[in-house]
């Protein structure tokens, strides 16, 4: 089982960058592929970015991909988003989540993963 705490959210202009972070606790954070979804109020959870549990293999959202970025330290148990040349419509909490090795279901979805984390909630707006 593996814990995971989101943080880095906040408050910033049209254009600029934020970089989110998801420690994990437990002993095996290697065994898990990662994600980040959002949710802005409203909307259904989606889909931001995802990335192996090597970090060899990584994926977007289209409507992210160019600006933002998934890397993962397996040594420090911990996921990132970097984000740039955000946008107000990037607005939202974010998500972490973790996909253990054999667990069914898709990456692109919420239901592939097993684990989640509380929430970080970003704002874009000047």
């Known amino acids: 089982q593996v814990q995971l705490v989101e943080s880095g959210g906040g408050l910033v202009q049209p254009g600029g960058p934020l970089r989110l972070s998801c420690a994990a606790s437990?002993?095996?954070?290697?065994?898990?592929?990662m994600a980040w979804f959002r949710q802005a109020p409203g909307k259904e959870r989606e889909f931001v970015a995802r990335i192996s549990t090597s970090g060899a293999s990584k994926s977007y959202a289209a409507s992210v991909k160019g600006r933002f970025t998934i890397p993962r330290d397996n040594a420090k148990k911990t996921v990132y988003l970097q984000m740039n040349s955000l946008r107000p419509e990037d607005t939202a909490g974010y998500y972490c989540?973790?996909?253990?090795?054999?667990?069914?279901?898709?990456?692109?979805?919420?239901?592939?993963?097993?684990?989640w984390g509380q929430g970080t909630q970003v704002t874009v707006s000047s």
């Open positions: 989540a973790a996909k253990p090795i054999a667990y069914s279901g898709t990456y692109y979805h919420e239901r592939g993963y097993a684990y």
């Open positions: 437990g002993r095996t954070f290697s065994n898990y592929a």
